[in-house]
T-cell receptor
Framework: DAGITQSPRHKVTETGTPVTLRCHQT?????MYWYRQDPGHGLRLIHY???????DKGEVSDGYSVSRSKTEDFLLTLESATSSQTSVYFC??????????????FGEGSRLTVL | DQQVKQNSPSLSVQEGRISILNCDYT??????FLWYKKYPAEGPTFLIS?????DKNEDGRFTVFLNKSAKHLSLHIVPSQPGDSAVYFC????????????FGKGITLSVRP
């Protein structure tokens, strides 16, 4: 199994509070991603990183920010959580080889409930 | 607008029979396709992939077929086993996309003993 750890695994918070989810990898992979999974929507990309301090938006980035100060850590922050951000969040890592996208390895997920 | 479509939300098959999971895409720039499998309370895991230069890729009981003209791919599982019961996601990537994958909504496969 790829060395990916997400924390916390479960969190319940109130609307308006800040929340930070952490993804930690031990594989030294270049690419890191945050996805959310919702019924009827599948997996949707929030933000991704292609190197330390290099990040970009995905398809559902509004209300989220990310930071990557070290290769191994990718943080997802909800500055002011809303009920629409109740979801299961997955971190993933990958390493392209000569431009060919490598498979994504996913963490076990972080279930966030915003009341 | 959804670029990767899995129009059937669920599929139920008998153990030992073939499971065929379908996926359509709209973005003609996609050139690499993958299938992921997900069990409840776990992260998705990679199953099989195919490049657009091929029309078939096989790995044990799993075969993926790609029809570029129809923008359609399918995953065949033969024979199906109860342990195959899971959600299956189709995903696609375009060149130069920093390995970003676009996923479909997923299909829930149930294999009946």
């Amino acid at each position: 199994d790829a060395g990916i750890t997400q924390s916390p695994r479960h969190k319940v918070t109130e609307t308006g509070t800040p929340v930070t989810l952490r993804c930690h990898q031990t594989e030294n992979h270049r690419y890191m991603y945050w996805y959310r999974q919702d019924p009827g929507h599948g997996l949707r990309l929030i933000h991704y990183s292609y190197g330390v301090k290099d990040t970009d938006k995905g398809e559902v980035s509004d209300g989220y920010s990310v930071s990557r100060s070290k290769t191994e850590d990718f943080l997802l922050t909800l500055e002011s959580a809303t009920s629409s951000q109740t979801s299961v969040y997955f971190c993933a890592i990958s390493e392209s080889i000569q431009g060919i996208p490598g498979e994504l390895f996913f963490g076990e997920g972080s279930r966030l409930t915003v009341l | 607008d959804q670029q990767v479509k899995q129009n059937s939300p669920s599929l139920s098959v008998q153990e030992g029979r073939i499971s065929i999971l379908n996926c359509d895409y709209t973005n003609s720039m996609f050139d690499y396709f993958l299938w992921y499998k997900k069990y409840p309370a776990e992260g998705p895991t990679f199953l099989i992939s195919i490049s657009s230069i091929k029309d078939k890729n096989e790995d044990g009981r799993f075969t993926v077929f790609l029809n570029k003209s129809a923008k359609h791919l399918s995953l065949h599982i033969v024979p199906s086993q109860p342990g195959d019961s899971a959600v299956y996601f189709c995903a696609a990537s375009a060149p130069g996309a920093n390995s970003k994958l676009t996923f479909g909504k997923g299909i829930t496969l149930s294999v009946r003993p």
